[in-house]
């Protein structure tokens, strides 16, 4: 399973690129806000110059109506042809602007999925990417994860190429639970890749490891 860093906090996908753990980045208007970002051209630039060559950057369009999705999204892959997938809602707008956008060979992701029956549309839309909702669905007392098991199962069935996106991940044991459904990707916040990392035990071992060194008065020069 790969990981995209869902995040517009460009030190944030430094540090995630450093340690070569991600293989891409999702955006959306809200998390471009809350950056602080004014110009999302420079922002995509920024980040496709971050990450290994072609690694997928999800731009998000908050047009409405079908026509200026298709025009965001050929706009938004100029920007970065090589990364650039266009993130649109799954709605009738999103599948007719995600038709039209496969046509030119352009990537769609499309977000905000929350049925199989979503995810059927959309891979049949043309859809490359499809990102179930997972923490939103069990906020409000549904399986988030199973759903995402539910659509890998129907795509595969099926042989429909769109990867399934595991989206909202509100914990480690989420990206677990992604694996295991088969999902092909986990979008994740940098806290919830952190804790990834982290475990006591790694901790505690490291800390005696270093300590018996210093113990033995050995050295490694």
Not at 2 to 17: M, R, S, W
Request: proline share 4%; aromatic share 6%; net charge negative.
């Amino acid at each position: 399973m790969k990981l995209f860093l869902d995040t517009a906090v460009t030190e944030e996908i430094k540090k995630a690129a450093a340690m070569g753990i991600i293989h891409g980045v999702t955006t959306n208007p809200t998390l471009v806000a809350r950056a602080g970002h004014k110009d999302y051209q420079a922002l995509v630039k920024e980040i496709a110059g971050i990450l290994p060559e072609g690694s997928p950057i999800s731009v998000e369009t908050v047009a409405e109506d079908v026509k200026t999705m298709v025009a965001d999204g050929k706009r938004f892959f100029e920007w970065a042809p090589d990364n650039v997938v266009v993130k649109l809602p799954t709605n009738a707008a999103g599948l007719e602007a995600t038709r039209e956008l496969a046509k030119d060979g352009i990537q769609v992701n499309m977000t905000l999925c929350f049925s199989v029956n979503q995810a059927l549309l959309a891979a049949h839309a043309g859809a490359a990417y499809v990102s179930p909702f997972v923490g939103r669905l069990d906020d409000i007392g549904h399986d988030g994860m199973a759903l995402v098991q539910d659509i890998v199962a129907m795509l595969k069935t099926y042989e429909l190429e769109t990867w399934v996106i595991a989206a909202s991940i509100r914990h480690p044991l989420h990206c677990v639970e992604s694996m295991k459904a088969g999902a092909q990707v986990a979008t994740v916040p940098y806290k919830i890749l952190e804790q990834m990392l982290k475990h006591p035990l790694t901790d505690k071992g490291i800390e005696a490891f270093m300590e018996d060194w210093k113990k033995s008065g050995a050295s490694n020069e």
